[in-house]
């Protein structure tokens, strides 16, 4: 199981406007910065948001990340069907000292 | 535009030692946090660890007694090597360019690690 939780799966009208949740602890979310990750089906991962809630040059403003004590949250507006993809928390875990994610949320636009 | 590519072994028989390498073009390996990252068939994403240029490394500590990053800064390539394979290291491999900030103030310390470039992947299965 990963150290990060993640609904396995979420669902939306295209238009709509939809959340993932990524709940972590003290030791990674509650003290560090959280990353999140856009996978389409058969391609490799790619970084939607760093540092919460920046976005990289690129990536468009329906995309939204925040973060409150040891859980942080991706928002997607506007839903689309091209934004049916997977999506990754990460970030670092102090008492590990290692980088974690979180197992993925499957995102169906319906 | 700085690219990754992965390059190495489709097939690994069990026991044996997985290599792969990762060529970094359209910029310079200096600096960054150079990071390896798996995920095995149907399943979500295992962080392996990563290498500093300057060499120095962090790895997984379910994986630790296993990993060996290094670089190669002439080249522009960094190098996994995982050892004695079973099955369960079946996956798809990815390099990727890592960013690891700390913001430290009155005595703490907050950390940003992630991935900013990733190579397109490399499928990697252990059987006999």
């Known amino acids: 199981q990963s150290v990060l939780t993640q609904p396995p799966s979420v669902s939306a009208a295209p238009g709509q406007k939809v959340t993932i949740s990524c709940s972590g602890s003290?030791?990674?979310?509650?003290?560090?910065?959280v990353s999140w990750y856009q996978q389409l089906p058969g391609t490799a991962p790619k970084l939607l948001i760093y540092e919460n809630d920046k976005r990289p040059s690129g990536i468009p403003d329906r995309f939204s990340g925040s973060k409150s004590g040891t859980s942080a949250t991706l928002g997607i507006t506007g839903l689309q069907t091209g934004d049916e993809a997977d999506y990754y928390c990460g970030t670092w875990d102090t008492s590990l000292s290692a980088g974690v994610f979180g197992g993925g949320t499957k995102l169906t636009v319906l | 535009q700085v690219q990754l590519q992965e390059s190495g072994p489709g097939l690994v028989k069990p026991s044996e030692t997985l290599s792969l390498t990762c060529t970094v073009s359209g910029g310079s390996i200096s600096s960054y946090y150079w990071s390896w990252i798996r995920q095995p068939p149907g399943k979500g994403l295992e962080w392996i660890g990563y290498i500093y240029y300057s060499g120095s490394t962090n790895y997984n500590p379910s994986l630790k007694s296993r990993v060996t990053i290094s670089v190669d800064t002439s080249k522009n390539q960094f190098s996994l090597k995982l050892s004695s394979v079973t099955a369960a290291d079946t996956a798809v491999y990815y390099c990727?360019?890592?960013?690891?900030?700390?913001?430290?103030?009155?005595?703490?310390?907050?950390?940003?690690?992630?991935?900013?470039?990733w190579g397109q992947g490399t499928t990697v299965t252990v059987s006999s």
């Open positions: 990727a360019r890592g960013v690891f900030d700390p913001y430290c103030s009155g005595g703490s310390c907050y950390y940003y690690y992630g991935m900013d470039v």
């Open positions: 003290s030791s990674n979310i509650g003290n560090n910065y």
